[in-house]
């Protein structure tokens, strides 16, 4: 192809290309939409509804969920209750109070300090009127085993001895008994053995009052430890009375019915 050819094939292209003034202010329009940046127009719309406040659902209120699904508020609940997990050492309880935890040592201590005050320690008030009571008891009784048995050893040596003056043992009888009158050998056999009787007696009291002490340290020490042991309604017994038949004869004959919970 010579030079004049491609020269005219170049002008007619140019031609071709040469567009109006209302092609040119479309292709300008397009160009501005394609190169302008919509982000800084999308950002302010959503800063504005996020700052609007949404009005809370009501309950049993109907929740739009999707355009062919209605579900309901209150139908969506979780049927597994929730679990609460804590520390062995955690020190306060579900009502937000500390739990109280008593120390079976400390609880003994007191109870060998003084009687009664580990049940009061472990805040078992109601068992401090037994502890009281079986004290005063037991002490009551060993006082007056104990003077009876003092006046009895008192008779009985003035009966076996040989002074005439030392007669105590009279004070037994009234003022109107002469001394000629009385058995020696039955007066001393019996003052010998209520002597013994009310010694035996005296000392069985110390006996229980030991007793009761080392119990209320016993019971102090379990109670302390046990303090936060599971006495909940599945830990039952039931007892009812109930209709079975023997095993030799086949006859119904009543019986009790014994149940364990556990």
């Not at 739009?64 to 955690?90: F, N, Q, R």
């Not at 009279?170 to 010694?199: A, G, I, M, Q």
Request: hydrophobic share 40%.
């Amino acid at each position: 192809m010579s030079q004049e050819n491609k020269r005219r094939n170049i002008r007619l292209f140019g031609r071709n290309l040469q567009l109006r003034p209302a092609e040119c202010g479309l292709v300008v329009v397009l160009a501005v939409v394609l190169l302008f940046p919509f982000d800084y127009l999308v950002l302010p719309a959503r800063a504005q509804s996020v700052a609007q406040p949404q009005s809370p659902v009501q309950p049993d209120s109907v929740v739009y969920a999707d355009a062919e699904i209605l579900v309901k508020a209150d139908e969506v609940t979780d049927s597994i209750p929730p679990t609460e997990v804590t520390a062995d050492d955690y020190p306060y309880g579900l009502d937000g109070k500390i739990a109280f935890n008593p120390s079976p040592q400390r609880a003994v201590w007191l109870s060998a300090l003084c009687p009664g005050l580990g049940q009061i320690y472990n805040r078992r008030y109601w068992k401090l009127p037994i502890v009281v009571g079986g004290f005063m008891g037991l002490g009551y009784a060993t006082n007056w085993n104990n003077n009876q048995y003092q006046d009895y050893v008192q008779g009985y040596r003035d009966l076996v001895d040989s002074d005439p003056n030392t007669k105590s043992y009279l004070d037994f009888f009234p003022p109107t008994v002469n001394e000629s009158d009385l058995d020696t050998e039955w007066l001393t056999r019996t003052f010998k053995s209520r002597r013994d009787y009310f010694r035996r007696n005296r000392d069985l009291c110390i006996i229980c009052i030991v007793a009761l002490y080392l119990v209320c340290m016993v019971d102090a020490y379990i109670d302390a430890s046990m303090a936060h042991f599971d006495i909940s309604p599945d830990l039952s017994l039931d007892m009812s009375p109930t209709l079975m038949l023997q095993p030799a004869s086949r006859k119904p004959a009543f019986g009790i019915n014994w149940a364990f919970t556990f």
